[in-house]
Every structure is written in C-alpha cells, then in structure tokens.
T-cell receptor, first 113, second 112 residues
Framework: GENVEQHPSTLSVQEGDSAVIKCTYS??????FPWYKQELGKRPQLIID?????GEKKDQRIAVTLNKTAKHFSLHITETQPEDSAVYFCAASFTGTASKLTFGTGTRLQVTL | SQTIHQWPATLVQPVGSPLSLECTVE??????LYWYRQAAGRGLQLLFY??????ISSEVPQNLSASRPQDRQFILSSKKLLLSDSGFYLCAWRKQGAEGYTFGSGTRLTVV
C-alpha cells in the first residue's frame, strides 16, 4: 500500500517569513495529493490539493508543487501569519472506487510574532 | 449543501464497555464513507471505509468494527473497549467520483 512521509515534524517561523513542508510518497499510481490544516481540537480542513497532471498550484499565500518523477510534493506558505499556526497533513491517494487517503504524520507549524 | 454530522463530541468510557459512534451525511447520496483514528499528537490512521450500504472494508485488524445500515449512516462499534482505543475518531465522506474528503467534527474518546 501507499506510504507517505512528511518533514519536518515541527516548524517554527517568524511572522512574515515563508514555511515549507515536504512529503514523499511510495506508490507511483497515486494521482491526488491534498493538504489539510488541523487547528487544536478541531477537524482537519482541506486547504489545497493537486493532481498528478499538474506541477504547481497556487491559492493566495499557499502553493503546492509536485514532482512525479521523484515522488514528492511540497506545501509553501508565504507571508506567514499567527493564524497559520496549526498542524498540517499531506496525503496521497489513487482516484478510484475507494480513493483511500493515506496521510503523512503531520507538521506542527508555529508562527511567532 | 452537504453536511456531515458526528456524535457524540466527547466520550469517557471504562475498559471493557461497549462503544457506538455514529456518523451521518446529508445532502448527497451513495457517498464513500471513512473512519479514521488520530492518537494524541499523531497522524490519521484509516480504520474502515465503505463504498455502499453493507459494504465495509477494514484497513487495520483491531478491536473495532463498522457497519453501514443506511446509505448515509456509518457506525463504528466495539464490544469491549481497550485502553489503546483512546483517541480522536473522525468520520469523513467523499462524493462518488470526486477526490477531496470532508471530515466530521470528531469524537474524542477516552478509555479509563
């Protein structure tokens, strides 16, 4: 089955700086890669996703890049703000009947003033 | 619009007691449904998924079971809880043919 590794496990940046979180996946058949943000005690919420036919996608201050050859994808947050502090999860799946998402272990992002 | 309901929000149960967590989805039909567990400070582990009524697939052998008695209802159960069953249980749904999941608000289970 799919295995997703995520780094770093914790990340501390100053407000206004950029943050980058990296993930690698093992199954070359995976073709869908979402990112979720989870605030303390809350449910994970989808913030951005990318499909394997696209190399990069951007939505305001967040962007995701995908390298299919190397089987890794990254989340980039620019101009970080205190409200970006949360745990971020990457995930991967193959779009099919079940489309099971395999999640990374999470990155705790702390944005300091 | 589609919404997902999950209850209860918190639960404290003694070891050896039974468990029943319920999840329902509104505003759609024939969704894919998933149960995930998140241990404290850890990632999300897929426990069960269902692509239709009565169709349950288990990902991890464990002390839990799942059922889907109706199209938009997904139930997670246990006959006898273990301490290791403590965690944050999340139900999620996905529209057939779509890709993104939407999670329910979760149930925080503490087994004492």
């Amino acid at each position: 089955g799919e295995n997703v590794e995520q780094h770093p496990s914790t990340l501390s940046v100053q407000e206004g700086d950029s943050a980058v979180i990296k993930c690698t996946y093992s199954d070359s058949a995976s073709n869908y890669f979402p990112w979720y943000k989870q605030e303390l005690g809350k449910r994970p919420q989808l913030i951005i996703d990318i499909r394997s036919n696209v190399g990069e996608k951007k939505d305001q201050r967040i962007a995701v890049t995908l390298n299919k050859t190397a089987k890794h994808f990254s989340l980039h947050i620019t101009e970080t703000q205190p409200e970006d502090s949360a745990v971020y999860f990457c995930a991967a799946s193959f779009t099919g009947t079940a489309s099971k998402l395999t999640f990374g272990t999470g990155t705790r992002l702390q944005v300091t003033l | 619009s589609q919404t997902i309901h999950q209850w209860p929000a918190t639960l404290v149960q003694p070891v050896g007691s039974p468990l029943s967590l319920e999840c329902t989805v509104e505003g759609t039909s024939n969704p894919n449904l998933y149960w995930y567990r998140q241990a404290a400070g850890r990632g999300l582990q897929l426990l069960f998924y269902s692509v239709g009524i009565g169709q349950i697939s288990s990902e991890v052998p464990q002390n839990l079971s799942a059922s889907r008695p109706q199209d938009r209802q997904f139930i997670l159960s246990s006959k006898k809880l273990l301490l290791s069953d403590s965690g944050f249980y999340l139900c999620a749904w996905r529209k057939q043919g779509a890709e993104g999941y939407t999670f329910g608000s979760g149930t925080r289970l503490t087994v004492v």
